[in-house]
């Protein structure tokens, strides 16, 4: 909430609040350019689009795992640290001892979130209010007490049960909570107190979780994943080599499952649904973009993925905000060339530098799944050309929500039911290519 605009402020004014820059604001203001009125603008804010999900991936994942049983820490985090995907402890204060303190102190320092399961997993819905209020309060102080490097935000319900009471309880101490349930998520849920988590269903296997995420991702939804026990433990067992499979799964789908902690997630859409964007000043060599919303600034910190039309005579750029380089990409869209990047609400202006395509980096990597092949491959692209991200089945046909790759001054590529795709010179067969991940559609030489 800081750095709230009045409408109507002059643009040096403006930049003086806005521009922690070396020397003035004015003066940063002669270096970015002089902001038209609004109805002289060649450009709207309306062009700014928000991300639906980080990096503009097609859908939100996120894996859970409740009742701190041992072999969550054990034998799963393992994995889930050697791929890098960060997951979602719902612990029970408890059933705690020291090691189990210290092994989830670990995890949280390597990213993962250690977020309430109350503090000894009754059904709330059976118990005074007041008892109501201790388990959700009582755990959350204790957690955040033995785990300080992080923040106790979110909480899953015991057994899934909560009546009208727990609910507001609830919405005093935690930003959400998952229940136990059946079904995906939408990207803009109701209620963000009763996010449905799934867990296994009879006779599961492997291939029943990983058709998961593609429904999720045909879907746009946010998958919330719910696991108990880790191969010979707890209820609901899941087999390690199944788990380690769908890792590897949720890993190589990368570029389209924003695969994150549950209150990582929950914390984006919080700031999707109320953020604002809009232009501060254009010129030709700089964009600058205000980002806020109307949340505490202290828990939302969620960078959020823009997206703007790339502005004529651009081939290249990159982003800046509050002195740290963000994530920022050209891609291909329908709409044409666009700039991607992210930005953090409230963390001052987002600031796009255009760059010639050569300072981008001139290297395409993409990821085969072919047993026989390399793992990984790298082009070299000629000057000028473009290439954007698709996904392709192992047919070579698109599927997923990749737009086809263009080759401006050129030929549209599309190889859908092609076996071959040729690149100046450069052959890709998608024979066994899984999907390809363009990274990303920069301008290559
Ligand atoms: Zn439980």
């Not at 070396?22 to 270096?31: E, I, R």
């Amino acid at each position: 909430m800081e750095n709230r605009i009045p409408r109507g402020t002059p643009v040096a004014a403006l930049l003086a609040v806005l521009l922690p820059l070396s020397g003035t604001g004015v003066h940063a203001a002669k270096q970015v350019g002089y902001l038209p009125a609004a109805k002289d603008r060649p450009w709207s804010d309306r062009e700014i689009e928000l991300a639906t999900w980080s990096r503009f991936r097609p859908s939100a994942l996120s894996m859970t795992f409740d009742d701190n049983s041992t072999g969550q820490f054990e034998k799963a985090l393992p994995w889930m640290d050697a791929v890098g995907i960060r997951g979602t402890f719902f612990v029970i204060p408890d059933r705690m001892n020291a090691d189990a303190w210290n092994r989830a102190r670990v995890a949280a320092a390597n990213g993962h979130e250690i977020g309430s399961h109350t503090l000894s997993h009754l059904v709330l819905a059976k118990e005074t209010a007041a008892r109501q209020e201790e388990q959700l309060a009582g755990s959350k102080r204790v957690i955040d007490s033995l785990i300080p490097s992080q923040k106790c935000l979110t909480l899953a319900y015991p057994y899934g049960v909560h009546d009208s009471v727990t609910l507001a309880l609830t919405r005093r101490y935690y930003i959400a909570a998952r229940v136990v349930g059946s079904y995906l998520n939408s990207a803009a849920p109701g209620d963000m107190y009763v996010v449905e988590g799934r867990g296994p269903e009879p006779k599961m296997d492997v291939h029943a979780y990983n058709s998961r995420l593609r429904d999720a991702d045909s879907k746009g939804a946010w998958l919330v994943e719910m696991y108990h026990g880790i191969e010979d433990e707890g209820s609901e067992p899941i087999r390690l080599d199944w788990f380690r499979q769908h890792l590897g799964e949720i890993k190589a789908q990368e570029s389209i499952v924003w695969a994150a902690p549950f209150v990582d997630v929950a914390e984006y859409i919080a700031e999707r649904q109320c953020a604002q964007a809009r232009y501060l000043s254009r010129s030709d060599s700089k964009v600058i973009i205000n980002l806020q919303d109307t949340l505490p600034d202290s828990i939302y910190r969620q960078p959020l993925g823009l997206k703007i039309p790339l502005p004529p005579g651009w081939t290249g750029a990159e982003a800046e905000q509050a002195g740290a380089p963000m994530w920022c990409v050209i891609r291909m869209t329908p709409q044409g060339p666009c700039i991607l990047f992210e930005g953090i609400p409230d963390r001052g202006p987002i600031v796009l530098t255009r760059r010639s395509g050569a300072e981008m980096g001139n290297t395409l990597s993409g990821k085969w799944d072919d047993a026989s092949g390399p793992s990984s491959y790298r082009i070299r692209m000629t000057e000028g050309s473009w290439l954007s991200t698709r996904i392709l089945n192992v047919k070579g046909a698109r599927v997923g929500s990749g737009s086809a790759p263009l080759w401006p001054g050129g030929s549209m590529i599309d190889g859908s039911n092609s076996p071959y795709k040729s690149v100046r010179g450069v052959t890709l067969s998608p024979v066994r290519v899984r999907y390809l991940d363009i990274n990303p559609a920069v301008t290559v030489r």
